[in-house]
Every structure is written in C-alpha cells, then in structure tokens.
C-alpha cells in the first residue's frame, strides 16, 4: 500500500464515516482517552462561599414555593459539569432552604440522601416514620427507597447540604421515585427513638443485620465534637487528617451509607496537613473555624458553611488558622466494594 498521506486520510474518514452509520466507532481513536495513567475526570477544585449562596437561596424563597418547587434546593455544580447537577463524577450536592412554617412533600427514591444542618435549629426531616430534629452540624441520613419529608415549625429558616448519589444511580440507570400521596408520613415512632435503640453503643437484644444503611439516621453534631475534643485531648493528630474519624453504620461497623462516606476531622489551630491523595473526589464543607486548603495548584480560602470539593487524586493540605472542623463526603464506599480505592501519603 503506497497511498498519499492525505489519501490516507480520506480513506479513512470515508471508512469512519461507514462505521458511524451502522454504530461502531474504531477504538484506537478513543483508547487513550478511554483507559487514562491516572484519573482524568473533568472534575474541578471549586469552592462556594455561603454567604453569598445564602443570599440566593432567600432569594429563592421569596420566588418560588416549597410546593411548586418539591424541594428548594440550588445545585452546587462543578464548573467542568455545567448542567448535569454533579459536583464531582459520582455526587450530587444542594443546599436546601425550608422556610418557617413550611413543609416539604413525602416522596422516596433509589438515590440515598445525606443532609448536613448548616443553619438553623428545630427543624425536622422524617424517615421511617420518625422525625429527627435538626441542629447546625448534625449528619441526617435519607436511605434509598424511604419515605422521606420536612418541616420545619420554628420562626427561622432552615439551610442544609444533600448530598446524593444521583450520578452513580444514573450511570446504572437505576432510578425509580414515587409521591407518598400525603404531605406527610405517618409519625409511628417518637424523636430519639432509633438513637436510643441503635446509637448508643447498644442494639436490640434481637437485632438483626438488615439493609445497607445504617439505622442511626441522625448523627447529632454534640456527641461528634466531644469525641473529637477527646482525641485532641489524648493524643497527636495525624499528619494528613488530623483528628478525622468515619461515621458508621453501628451494626455492621461499615460506612454509614452503602455509596457515601461521612467522615468529620478536627484541625487544630495551625496545623499544616502533609499532602495526601486519595482517589475519591471529596465535598468538603467547614463547620467550624477558617483556614485554606491546597488542592493541586489552587488555594481555596474558607470558613464555616462553604462548600469546597477536592477531585479524585489532586493532592490536598490543610491548613487551619483558626480551630477548625471539617465534615467532608465521598463515594469511598463504591470504590472500596469494587476494589478500586487508591490514596497516598506524599510526604
Ligand atoms: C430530594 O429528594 C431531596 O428529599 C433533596 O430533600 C434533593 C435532589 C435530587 C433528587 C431528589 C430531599 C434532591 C432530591
């Protein structure tokens, strides 16, 4: 064969062409694009500041109704994925307001749902037939296919982040979602009930391992800073993580949902983390305190209630100015299920 070069390159087109029509594409065109050295997603370190959503969220509020809307929720998109509601590849995330007086309708899907409480008190969000108040900094959990609604019955507005695994149930196109047809659920147990019978280091005497998630659905923020003040107290802090800990589901000692990690880590004052990768992007958003964290070459400043996301294997530090706590989210669980997990201690 002794074609020109753009003889060749014709015959080709002409042969690609071809294929399109009968839906074949050749794959030594993509592979390198397909099966990349490392992780390559489109994914971007962003940060959102919450005042500045906030203010827009009230705007929200005075524009669109808890009814029309189902749920009143800005979507946190990453700047790589403008309109496809993801804030990495895998996760969703929105900050949801509840005004006073409010109530927003009893629905389920396939998705699990994670609230974490960034303003206000006395709220409440019901699952299996319980509500659960709410408090800044408490870790809420929706599991997949629970009937699920909120009021909130306080003079103030309530601000929480969901966070969801909606691209993933995408990716294996495994939605289903249905209205309960009330506003509300039935309320068959009271508040604190399933932190009495399964958060208290104690199980039912005949409890048996049932469902992926775990059946702590509210993980009040009181009782996860003690225990961080505790290991303070106690001991050194780990160079990459400080003081982090992972919350559990407490009857099979997993991650307390079967797509997303929890996790909190206390900064202290001045600590500089060593550079640590890890190949789950992660949503980060401060409880308490300021300070920076690197994330390849970007520097994101930030204080309480941002919203900051960290893509898969960019090499993040810490640094705390101030005390600071940081509630973060992940799709680890997936990733250790499927043998796929990967993270490293750069320093
Ligand atoms: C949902 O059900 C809630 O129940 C929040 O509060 C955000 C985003 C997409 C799909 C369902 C909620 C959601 C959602």
Known sequence: MSA??????????????????????????????????????GCKAAVWRYPEIRALLMEAGGLVSVEEAERRVLVLENPMFAGQSRIT????????????????????????ALRFVLEGTGAYTAVGGERTVMHPGDFIITPSWEWHD???????????????????????????????????????????????????????????????TSPVFSYPYARTREALETLRRNGEP?????????????VTGGFAMPTIATFMQLLPRGLATQPYRSTDATVFTPVEGEGRTHIGDTV??????????????????????????LFSFSDRPVQQATGLFREERLS
């Open 150 to 212: 909120h009021g909130n019955d306080t003079p103030d507005p309530v601000v929480w982040l969901d966070g969801l695994d909606i691209p993933l149930v995408q990716a294996l196109d495994a939605s289903f979602m249905e209205h309960l047809g009330a506003v509300e659920q039935p309320v068959t147990r009271p508040v604190g009930d399933s932190l009495a019978r399964y958060g208290s280091n104690l199980l039912p005497v005949d409890h048996r391992a049932s469902g992926l």
């Open 238 to 250: 780990d160079p990459c993580h400080g003081y982090k800990m992972r919350f559990v589901n407490p």
């Open 300 to 325: 994101i400043e930030w204080s309480a209630r941002d919203v900051f996301v960290a893509p898969s294997w960019a090499t993040v530090r810490h640094e705390a100015t101030g005390d600071a706590v």
């Open 4 to 41: 020109r070069p753009d003889e060749t390159a014709s015959r080709r087109q002409e042969f690609y062409d071809r294929l399109a029509q009968r839906n074949l594409s050749p794959l030594w065109l993509s592979l390198a694009a397909l099966v990349t050295k490392q992780p390559s997603s």
């Open 89 to 112: 590849t895998s996760l969703y995330a929105g900050l949801q307001l509840v005004l006073p007086g409010e109530r927003a309708r009893s629905h389920r899907h396939t998705q699990s």
